[in-house]
């Protein structure tokens, strides 16, 4: 199996991020998974409001996420875990990613919760 790319954070650029969150969507995913910290297995990610994702569209969100820096995949058997990278990006990026994620809360977006900014999360 291919090894999954996961930029060094130093590669991390502001526009991949914006990028990558300007879906709500994947604000929704991604904001799951900050809160979580680590999330067991893609298919827990499949829904988002009153939607469930296909496989296929949840893959590539996936696929996005990892590719701006703001998640760690790994593989575990058939599963995947996907681990937040908030603290890094935080450190490089400061108040970022809570300010993107803050704009889609105001806005009511389903699922896009603020991204927490301590406990689990914010050390993952």
Do not use: W
């Amino acid at each position: 199996m291919r090894p999954l790319f996961h930029p060094a954070i130093e590669d991390v650029r502001p526009g991949a991020i914006l990028h990558a969150l300007s879906d709500p969507c994947r604000a929704a995913i991604f904001a799951r998974i900050a809160r979580a910290g680590c999330v067991e297995a893609c298919s827990t990610l499949s829904a988002v409001g009153d939607r469930v994702i296909p496989k296929s569209s949840l893959s590539s969100h996936v696929k996005v996420l990892r590719e701006a820096g703001l998640i760690r995949c790994e593989r575990h058997g058939v599963e995947m875990r996907n681990h937040s990278r908030c603290a890094e990006v935080e450190a490089r990026f400061p108040g970022l990613l809570s300010a993107i994620m803050n704009a889609y809360a105001s806005q009511g977006d389903e699922g896009a919760d603020a991204v927490p900014s301590e406990g689990p999360a914010a050390s993952a």
